[in-house]
């Protein structure tokens, strides 16, 4: 199929273009800015577009091209969001009328949008109240049709769920936590969600409509951090504070993380809620990957075991849950961000010249 893909750079685009390449599909990576896409393994092998979804006029210019250049587009996978900036959630939702309204224009039969759950909380945080926005942002009278798959925690190295989780494990022993951060979660691997996607552009297996992916366990953030630890060798601890609030905790992550302030307040303050998955027949019309769904401990695991390794070209990764070197430059680690330090400072054939540097190679964790 023709595939166009918006968000082609983030960390799920990145490696769901890599996916849909290797199941033969013609892709399309679309981004604001085009420059940004050779940096990419994949370059050679997709037609770059610059799409700006905030601007309706760019959104319709960059579909009506394909189209008219290449032919129709069977399915418009959506991973577009601003959380982190203020104001996104208004944002996000004009930026998904743009694309939906593009799509209906050129004819695009299928919309893909990767959301989070939606729990039944009469109050729910921005991030999860703009995800379920977006998907009704994307529905147009007379567009296309549309699969929301709502995921919460992914599992992987350089997802912001997870170098987050990593961050709080490494860097705090000891962690005082509100009551709600006991509150149950379904995550899901890099691998699986991946799959899922591949198999949503298919109208003949998954019919449009909403659907909540998940892996096998369902644990509490109090229980990835615990996983987390016992994967990685490290000792923690974390304990309840009645009455401390998770939006005091949000903004302490923040000042405290290297990942970008707002991104992880948001994130953070969608904790108050049970993340849950619904129940779905997804898993009755797509088959598991071989092996199964990967589970919590599984997926950290495999996050971890290339941490020694240089970061490789997202279409090059031994695993999807490996980190790519397009990820953040904030992923990966104080282990990998101090040897990038070292670089910097001493070269790559002098990396231990700098005593101090040399010190916190030794001292943090491969």
């Known amino acids: 199929m023709r595939i166009l893909v918006t968000g082609a750079t983030g960390y799920v685009g990145s490696r ?31 037609t770059p577009v610059r799409l700006d979804a905030s601007d ?37 939702n004009a930026a998904a009328a743009n694309v939906a309204a593009a799509a209906r224009d050129a004819g695009v039969r299928r919309i893909v949008y990767l959301g989070g759950f939606v729990p039944g909380d009469e109050a729910l945080s921005e991030h999860l109240t703009s995800r379920a926005e977006v998907a009704y942002a994307l529905t147009v009278e007379g567009g296309p049709e549309l699969v929301w798959l709502g995921a919460a925690i992914i599992l992987g190295a350089g997802s912001t769920s997870f170098e987050m989780l990593r961050y709080v494990a490494d860097r705090f022993p000891v962690i005082p936590t509100p009551p709600r951060l006991d509150n149950p979660i379904d995550p899901i691997s890099i691998r699986d969600v991946l799959h899922y996607l591949v198999a949503a552009a298919d109208p003949e297996r998954v019919p449009e409509g909403a659907y909540d992916i998940s892996g096998p366990d369902t644990t509490s953030y109090r229980g990835l951090l615990k996983t987390y630890a016992r994967v990685s060798g490290r000792w923690q601890l974390s304990f309840r504070v009645p009455g401390f609030q998770t939006a005091v905790t949000a903004r302490l992550l923040a000042l405290t993380l290297p990942v970008p302030y707002g991104l992880a307040g948001d994130l953070v303050d969608s904790l108050d809620h ?42 090059a990764l031994a695993d999807p849950h490996d980190l790519a070197d397009t990820d953040p430059e904030w992923a990966g680690g104080d282990a990998l961000r101090a040897r990038r330090l070292a670089r910097s400072l001493g070269g790559p054939a002098r990396p231990k010249r700098n005593p101090l540097i040399a010190l916190a190679l030794k001292v943090l964790p491969a």
């Not at 394909?66 to 601003?82: N, S």
């Not at 092996?291 to 075991?305: H, K, M, Q, R, Y």
């Open 16 to 46: 769901l273009v890599t996916a849909l390449l290797a199941a033969q599909h013609q892709v399309v990576a679309a981004t604001r800015n085009p420059e940004r896409l050779k940096r990419f393994g994949w370059f050679d092998q997709v």
């Open 56 to 92: 309706a006029a760019s959104a319709r210019a960059a579909v009506a091209s394909i189209t008219d250049a290449e032919g129709p587009i069977d399915v418009l996978y959506y991973l577009v969001h601003a959380i982190g900036q203020p104001d996104f959630r208004d944002a996000d």
């Open 274 to 315: 049970p993340m849950v998955a619904s129940v779905s027949n997804l898993r009755d019309r797509v088959p598991d990957p071989p092996g199964g769904l990967l589970g919590v401990e599984e997926s950290i695991t495999l996050a971890l075991a290339g941490r020694a390794n240089p970061p490789r070209p997202v279409n």
